[in-house]
């Protein structure tokens, strides 16, 4: 159990990163918007689907990694 709490964590740490920074560059963005900076508004919001991307990714290879083999009782 104490591996699979370690295990939990490290997952939660490397989803919550992109998360994060996701909520970051949004509320960026909503600022960038009174600017009418739009350059600064498009950079914002690719790094936005940078990081939605990151953690799809992330998420994938979690899927895929539990998914393997058979369980045994």
Not at 33 to 46: F, G, M, N, S
């Amino acid at each position: 159990l104490v591996e699979v709490g370690h295990t939990v964590s490290a997952l939660v740490h490397e989803i919550s990163e992109p998360l994060t920074a996701i909520g970051n560059y949004a509320n960026a963005c909503r600022h960038l918007t009174t600017t009418e900076d739009r350059e600064k508004v498009h950079a914002a919001l690719e790094f936005i689907v940078d990081q939605s991307n990151r953690t799809r990714e992330i998420v994938h290879r979690i899927r895929d990694y539990v998914g393997k083999g058979d369980v045994q009782m």
